[in-house]
């Protein structure tokens, strides 16, 4: 065991793996969650993970970020072996990977940015988190990551006075303010009208772009998963069925994966497939 974690830097023209599975398998009891998956994210890209229900996404976050150990095979997460860490040296790591969900749990009274405040808690005294006077060099770094969602016009209003997809990108921002190199956003768009959505993915491929993050997302929208993506990698009954650039994802891909099924007919997704795009105007 080791308690080392590399959280370095990375030079831009030579991109890092920064989220690998390689040949890995979760069973919860009887149950094979994840059969011999293998899958990267690298630095500077934006990942989105498709499948139906129960294809497995949500636990190929639960391995990165350590909360599930793999019954064969290796994880990786920020170039750490996730099996050889221990307790301490895991609990590090996890503080060091940025999550954002469904529900972006943001206190309604507090202002966007002491929301975004709560994310650098792990290093801020307890005493300024209880009197929330937060260093200068925190609340610049906030104001930043507001910036950098492109909400820093809304920094202090209250958060329960956001729409849905503006309280979604404080989420992102929060993570942001962490200072981490990885995103792992776990359908992060599911209860969004579709122009809310289209604008918080495009907030993430954003961001793993200027920041060099590797930002790995689940979506059930097929069409807005090609519309932001690099790369996809279609799930199905834990087993990827394909992996691939977002241009390529055609309608073959897409039969495999859901089989004419769920995503095809999802009545929130107004845009366009990528096959259909790419016969249009894409
Ligand atoms: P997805 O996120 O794609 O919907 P999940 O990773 O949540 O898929 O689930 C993959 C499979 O593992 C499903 O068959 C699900 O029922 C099963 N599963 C998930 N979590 C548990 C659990 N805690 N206990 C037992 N089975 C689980």
């Not at 990786?76 to 996730?82: A, I, N, V």
């Not at 190199?181 to 289209?198: I, K, T």
Request: charged residues 25%.
């Amino acid at each position: 065991m080791t308690s080392d974690v590399s959280l370095g830097a990375v030079a831009p023209d030579n991109p890092e793996t920064l989220l690998e599975l390689r040949g890995v398998s979760v069973r919860y009891g009887d149950a094979l969650a994840l059969d011999t998956v293998t899958l990267q994210v690298k630095a500077g890209e934006f990942v989105v993970l498709l499948g139906p229900s129960g294809a497995g996404k949500s636990t190929v976050f639960r391995c990165l970020s350590g909360l599930v150990r793999p019954a064969l095979g290796e994880v990786h997460t920020l170039g750490s072996p996730l099996g050889a860490l221990d307790g301490r040296a895991l609990r590090k790591l996890r503080r060091a990977i940025g999550l954002v969900f469904q529900q972006h749990n943001l206190i309604g009274r507090l202002s966007a940015v002491d929301n975004v405040l709560t994310g650098t808690l792990a290093r801020t005294p307890l005493w300024r988190v209880l009197a929330r006077r937060f260093r200068m060099v925190d609340r610049q770094r906030a104001l930043g990551s507001l910036d950098r969602v492109g909400l820093l016009d809304y920094a202090y209003r209250r958060a329960d006075s956001l729409s849905g997809g503006q309280q979604q990108r404080v989420a992102i921002a929060r993570v942001l303010a962490q200072g981490g190199r990885v995103l792992l956003a776990d359908e992060p768009v599911a209860s969004l009208d579709p122009e809310s959505a289209r604008h918080v993915l495009a907030t993430l491929a954003r961001i793993a772009r200027d920041e060099r993050m590797a930002v790995l997302c689940s979506l059930h929208q097929v069409g807005l998963a090609c519309e932001h993506a690099d790369r996809l990698i279609g799930l199905r009954g834990g087993r990827v069925i394909c992996d691939l650039p977002a241009r390529s994802f055609d309608q073959r891909a897409e039969r495999d994966l859901y089989g004419g099924g769920e995503a095809a007919c999802d009545p929130d997704d107004t845009a366009e497939p990528c096959h259909a795009a790419e016969a249009g105007d894409r």
